[in-house]
C-alpha cells in the first residue's frame, strides 16, 4: 500500500528539476521538498559540456546552477548521488526507495529524469576512446583526449555532434562526421539550414559523409582505432564522439502505470501525466504544443528553453494552480564560430524564404505553411530570431514575399494574427 506523505518529490536533479523547485517557490509554495539526483554533481548546466567547457573555458563550479546553501534556504532538501529506483503511489501520496535504500515518502510527486544517450549499436563501441556526452562526467572524460587528438571521427550529425565537431576541429584535429541520413540536423531544421550547416564545416575544414554508416569501431588492443562504414571505407580515429540522439528515461512513469510512449511519458499542456495528480517535464515527456503547426501531434522536445517553461507549468500545476504550456519553441546552437539561433517548429513547412547574405554567413530562413509563419532559423542574425518569435509569441505573422528584402527590419513587417493551417 502507498504511504501518506507531506512534502514534494522531485526525482531529477537536472535542468527541468532545478527550474521545477525554483519556481515552486516563486509561486509561493513553501511545501518541503527532496530533490533526488543520481549524479554526484547539484543540477548544472548542459549545454556548455559540447562546447566551451571541452574548450576549457569553463571551470566546474560556474556550471552549477546553485549552491548547496540555497537549498538549504529555500526548504529543499537536495540528495545527489542517489537513484529512485521504486516508486508506488496512491491517492494521498506515494513512497520513493533510492539505490542506498533511503524511503522518502510523499504527498505531491514529480518527474524530470530526462533523457539517456542513445547507444551506438555496433561491435567494438565499448572500446576505449569511443566517448558521448550527457554528463559533466563524460565531458571530463573527454575533454582531455579531444586535446590531444589527432583524428576524430564523429557519429551523428545532430547539434552536439556537430558542436563537438567544430571544437575538435578548432582544436586543431582532423574531423570527419559520419551521418546516417541524407542530410545534417535532419530532424530540428529545414534542408536549407542543412545544407548551409554542411558546407559552412566544410570550409572550416571539417568532412562531412551524409547517408553514411558506422558498422564496426575497430581498435588496437583496447582503445579504438577507427571506424568502419557500411560502404567497407575505414576510417581512422584516435576518439570516436557517438551523438546519435536520446532516449526518454521513462522506466519510473512505466512502473507507476503511467502512459508513456516511445517519445516519452505523455502530459497534457500543464504537464500532468495520465494519472492527472502526478506531474513531468523536461527531455522525459511528450506533449502537445500549439507550435507544431506544420505536423500537429504530440512532440517531445529536447532544450533548455523547453524543460526550463514546461517545468514553470508543472510547478504551477503543484501548487494548485494550473497554468498551460504554450511558450514558443525556441534553440540555439554554437558550433565553433557559427552561432545559430530558431524560434518555431519548421516541420512541414510548404515554403521557405531566405534572407540576407548566405556566402557571408549572414542570414535567416522563414518557414511557412499555407501562408502560415513557422519558424525561423538565423546565423548571426540576432534581430531577424528575435522579431520572428516576437511575431509567433503574439500570434501574428509576416509576409513572406516581404521578408526577403533583407534591406527591411521583420519588425517592421509583423502584421496581424493569422489563422492555423488545416492540417
Ligand atoms: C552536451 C549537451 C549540449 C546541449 N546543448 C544545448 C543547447 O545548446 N541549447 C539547448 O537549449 N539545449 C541543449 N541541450 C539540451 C538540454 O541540456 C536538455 O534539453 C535539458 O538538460 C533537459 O533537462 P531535463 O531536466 O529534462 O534533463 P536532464 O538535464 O538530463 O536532467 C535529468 C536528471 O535526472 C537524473 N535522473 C534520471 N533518472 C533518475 C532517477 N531514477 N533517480 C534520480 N535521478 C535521476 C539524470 O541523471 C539527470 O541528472 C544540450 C544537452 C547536452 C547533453
Not at 387 to 409: F, Q
Amino acid at each position: 500500500m502507498a504511504a501518506q506523505g507531506s512534502g514534494i518529490l522531485v526525482v531529477g536533479a537536472g535542468q527541468a528539476g532545478i527550474s521545477l523547485v525554483t519556481a515552486l517557490r516563486e509561486l509561493g509554495d513553501p511545501t518541503p521538498v527532496v530533490l533526488v539526483g543520481d549524479e554526484p554533481e547539484p543540477p548544472y548546466e548542459r549545454p556548455p559540456l559540447s562546447k566551451s567547457y571541452l574548450r576549457g573555458e569553463h571551470d566546474r563550479a560556474s556550471l552549477v546552477f546553485r549552491d548547496r546553501r540555497w537549498f538549504a534556504e529555500h526548504g529543499v532538501e537536495l540528495v545527489t548521488g542517489d537513484a529512485v529506483v521504486d516508486l508506488d503511489r496512491g491517492a494521498s501520496g506515494g513512497r520513493a526507495t533510492t539505490a542506498s535504500g533511503r524511503v522518502i515518502t510523499f504527498e505531491r510527486l514529480a518527474l524530470t529524469t530526462g533523457a539517456t544517450n542513445r547507444l551506438l549499436p555496433v561491435d567494438g563501441a565499448a572500446l576505449d576512446g569511443v566517448h558521448a556526452v550527457r554528463t559533466l562526467a563524460d565531458a571530463d572524460r573527454l575533454a582531455p583526449e579531444l586535446l590531444r587528438a589527432r583524428r576524430v571521427v564523429v557519429v551523428g550529425g545532430g547539434f552536439i555532434g556537430l558542436e563537438i565537431a567544430a571544437g575538435a576541429r578548432a582544436l586543431g584535429s582532423e574531423v570527419t562526421v559520419v551521418e546516417a541520413t541524407d542530410r545534417l540536423l535532419a530532424r530540428a531544421v529545414t534542408p536549407t539550414l542543412s545544407e548551409f550547416v554542411r558546407e559552412a564545416h566544410e570550409r572550416r575544414g571539417t568532412q562531412i559523409l551524409l547517408s553514411a554508416s558506422a558498422v564496426r569501431v575497430h581498435g588496437d588492443g583496447s582503445r579504438a582505432s577507427g571506424v568502419e562504414l557500411a560502404d567497407g571505407t575505414t576510417l581512422s580515429a584516435d576518439v570516436v564522439v557517438v551523438g546519435i540522439g536520446v532516449l526518454p528515461r521513462t522506466e519510473l512513469a512505466e512502473r507507476l502505470g503511467l502512459l508513456v510512449e516511445p517519445q516519452g511519458i505523455v502530459v497534457d499542456a500543464q504537464a500532468r501525466t495520465s494519472d492527472g495528480v502526478t506531474v513531468a517535464a523536461g527531455d522525459c515527456t511528450v506533449g502537445p504544443n500549439p507550435f507544431t503547426r506544420g505536423v500537429p501531434g504530440p512532440t517531445r522536445l529536447e532544450s533548455v528553453p523547453h524543460a526550463t517553461d514546461q517545468a514553470r507549468a508543472a510547478a504551477a500545476t503543484l501548487a494548485g494552480h494550473p497554468t498551460a504550456y504554450d511558450q514558443v519553441p525556441w534553440f540555439w546552437s554554437d558550433q565553433g564560430d557559427l552561432r545559430l539561433q530558431m524560434a518555431g517548429l519548421p516541420a512541414g513547412a510548404d515554403r521557405v524564404v531566405v534572407r540576407g547574405d548566405v556566402a557571408a554567413e549572414r542570414f535567416s530562413v522563414l518557414s511557412y505553411r499555407e501562408g502560415v509563419l513557422l519558424a525561423v532559423e538565423s546565423v548571426d542574425s540576432s534581430a531577424d530570431y528575435v522579431a520572428v518569435k516576437r511575431a509567433l509569441e503574439k500570434g501574428m505573422t509576416i509576409d513572406a514575399d516581404a521578408a526577403t528584402d533583407a534591406a527591411v527590419p521583420l519588425k517592421r513587417l509583423i502584421t496581424g494574427a493569422h489563422a492555423a493551417p488545416s492540417s
